[in-house]
């Protein structure tokens, strides 16, 4: 899977536009996420903070379950917009392995600026996946 230059921007543009939706009244850190599926579907996410602060949700976790949800579950890459190019944290990483090592993880800041391409197999090295539930 090569993706182009042109086809990145447009998925951190998605994301970062998605960003604008953000519900994050406690923190202010806006996170937006757009997921690609390896059909072409797209999904968008935002984090959705709440009152009990433990109950919130990240971004990359509200697009991954938005695309599973409609019966997807194999994912190309996903672009992760906040103001600074944060890091996915670890139970989005978490997350995206059940659904695969190899799927492109594009980190961007809030000037739509990639910041690091990587991978979830980087992100998140000796994973437990599905693969170790078999016998
Ligand atoms: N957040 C995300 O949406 N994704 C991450 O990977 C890191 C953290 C959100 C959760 C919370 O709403 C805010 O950023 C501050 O932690």
Redesign the pocket.
């Known amino acids: 899977m090569t993706l182009t230059e042109q086809e990145k921007q447009s998925l951190i543009d998605l994301a970062n536009e998605a960003r604008r939706r ?3 009244p ?2 202010h ?3 937006g ?1 757009a997921l690609r599926t390896k059909s072409g579907r797209l999904y968008t ?5 709440n009152a009990a602060y433990p109950t ?7 697009a991954v379950f938005k695309a599973v949800s409609e019966g997807e579950h194999e994912f190309e890459v996903i672009a ?1 917009v ?1 103001d600074n190019g ?4 670890g ?3 978490q997350v995206l392995a059940e659904f695969g090592l190899d799927t492109l993880v594009l980190i961007a800041d809030g000037r739509g600026r990639l910041i690091k391409q990587t991978s979830v197999k980087e992100l998140l090295p000796e994973a437990f996946t599905p693969k170790d539930l078999k016998i």
């Open positions: 953000a519900y994050a406690y923190s850190y806006a996170v996420a996410g935002v984090n959705v903070e919130t949700i990240c971004a990359e976790r509200v992760v906040t944060g890091s996915p944290c139970s989005c990483r």
